[in-house]
């Protein structure tokens, strides 16, 4: 391919050794450049491509986008003002525009997003379709999956997956969006058709300074949609209902507590920790990108939680904009068996546990909310507390934990640093430690704490009694918290079938 064919798509300041060159492909890491790449020098938090790009002409780069002219390199250069922007444009013509070539739906949400996509690839699967999923979990094409590496890929490789999907005849592609994939451009030159914002709450602010500044990224996706695309927000969560006045994209709401949504949710019951409720759209929805029936239907949820409502409004609404059929829908729905650590019922005998990934407090207060509207005798809390988020995000967490406990009956909590089950990444610092002992304390919470999550895991079932509740609740340092526990009750419980009792561990990809 001649390079001038794509470098239109950029906007270049100034030129240095301007040549009609041939490429073979482009590269932003220069140990992966090959002969004939173009090589794209972006800044990074921890390392800047521009100190990397003799390194790349050496191994065979043929020209460098840059930020700033390299001196000492004979390839071609084109400075621009953007080079992360500019890698994702430069991918998306580098493989023909792939996204403009699929349905594609673009979900994001602080808490929901893995589930949501998965609920959504359920109902597109079960209508017969061959679909593509990328994610936090997995990179799916079609039959072929592989685990992730980032929730949102660098563009480059984004896009070089939508192009392998489109190779696949892929048709549907279902992905997570990342509040850093939109700052960082990873998703510039995405041609979303769908585009979904279910729910912010307070995460990552180390990396956007600001909760300001994170909803102003998380938002990008709904507010930049053009007018030929659907938007769906929920009408419960202020964030997501303040964006239907600030895109052109078609509207379309969801909302449990709402009576003004478009598709609501209706006589729910959760009384057993898996949903069932009816789906009520009062009018016919024309979108661009399909048609929505008025109707009701009733559906019934195999994947528990109050937060799988939403998240099965979010996905249903993509499914009817999709041409499924209700009774597709309705099958898919109670089919699906949810997403690891997402509220996930991993055992349900005489008493019942749930493995969840407690990331933040919104998490926090969706869990907690299902258990108190299910029925059952007392909760026993195992908490691995969050390592290398800092005081305020374990504060939060602390404290949504102290605002549930007298709902909940909990007056005692299990706690883990999971001091062998972390990598350097995700170890607990002494004042991450302290800050959520010291809340506790205040609270009046007894705190058994443990540096090793095998004994908080242990501790935990050793205490539960018939129709207790369990809950294996924390990040990465909980990953391995179903592992131990499903090991503990073999070994408490040597009649219990094997088989069975390990079934959630076989299709695992963290924590075993």
């Not at 699929?102 to 017969?128: Q, R």
């Not at 072929?144 to 005849?169: C, G, I």
């Not at 994947?303 to 249903?316: D, Q």
């Not at 005692?412 to 972390?422: G, L, M, R």
Request: some cysteine; hydrophobic content about 40%; proline content about 3%.
């Amino acid at each position: 391919m001649k390079f001038s064919h794509i470098l239109p798509v950029i906007g270049i300041e100034q030129k240095r050794n301007e040549q009609d060159i041939e490429i073979t492909g482009l590269a932003y890491n220069s140990r992966n450049v090959k002969p004939g790449d173009v090589f794209v020098c972006m800044r990074g938090v921890k390392a800047d491509g521009h100190t990397f790009a003799k390194s790349a002409v050496e191994a065979g780069a043929v020209a460098l986008v840059v930020e700033e002219f390299i001196d000492g390199v004979d390839v071609p250069q084109y400075r621009v003002k953007d080079a992360r922007s500019s890698l994702a444009a430069l991918a998306d013509a580098y493989y023909s525009h792939p996204t403009q070539h699929m349905k594609t739906i673009g979900i994001t949400a602080t808490n929901g997003k893995t589930s949501t996509s998965f609920m959504a690839n359920a109902i597109l699967e079960e209508h017969g379709l061959q679909t593509g999923l990328i994610g936090t979990v997995v990179v799916k094409i079609g039959d072929k999956a592989e685990p992730s590496e980032l929730t949102t890929p660098e563009s480059l490789d984004l896009q070089r997956y939508f192009s392998e999907m489109v190779e696949s005849d892929i048709q549907h592609v279902v992905m997570e969006v990342s509040s850093s994939a939109l700052e960082l451009d990873r998703v510039g030159s995405v041609d979303f058709d769908i585009v979904t914002f279910n729910n912010i709450s307070r995460e990552h602010i180390d990396l956007h300074s600001s909760f300001e500044n994170y909803v102003m990224h998380k938002s990008k996706l709904v507010t930049r949609a053009g007018v030929d695309k659907v938007a769906i927000l929920n009408l419960d969560d202020s964030y997501s209902a303040a964006l239907q006045d600030q895109t052109d994209a078609f509207v379309v709401t969801i909302g449990v507590e709402s009576e003004e949504a478009d598709i609501r949710c209706v006589d729910l019951d959760l009384s057993t920790g898996r949903a069932e409720f009816t789906v009520s759209i009062a009018d016919t929805l024309e979108t661009p990108q399909g048609t929505i029936p008025q109707g009701d239907f009733r559906v019934s949820l195999g994947t528990p939680g109050y937060h799988s409502v939403y998240n099965s409004l979010v996905s249903i609404a993509i499914g009817l904009l999709c041409d499924a059929p209700i009774e597709t829908i309705q099958r898919a729905m109670k089919n699906f068996a949810g997403v690891e650590r997402r509220f996930e019922m991993i055992f349900e005998e005489s008493f019942k546990i749930f493995d969840d990934h407690f990331a933040n407090s919104g998490n926090i207060d969706i869990t907690l909310s299902t258990l108190e509207k299910m029925d059952y005798k007392n909760l026993k809390l195992v908490y691995a507390i969050r390592g290398d988020r800092g005081v305020t995000v374990n504060r939060e967490n602390a404290e949504a934990i102290v605002r549930w406990a007298p709902k909940l009956g909990l007056t005692e909590v299990i706690a883990t640093s999971s001091k062998s089950d972390v990598t350097a990444k995700d170890v607990v610092a002494e004042e991450e430690k302290a800050v959520f002992l010291d809340v506790m304390e205040a609270a009046g919470i007894k705190v058994h704490l443990f540096d090793e999550l095998p004994e908080a895991v242990r501790q935990g079932l050793h205490q539960a009694e018939d129709n207790d509740v369990v809950l294996l609740a924390g990040c990465q340092g909980m990953d391995y918290g179903a592992k131990y526990a499903l090991e503990e009750l073999s070994s408490m419980h040597p009649e219990l079938d094997k088989e069975k009792l390990f079934k959630p561990l076989a299709t695992r990809v963290a924590g075993v």
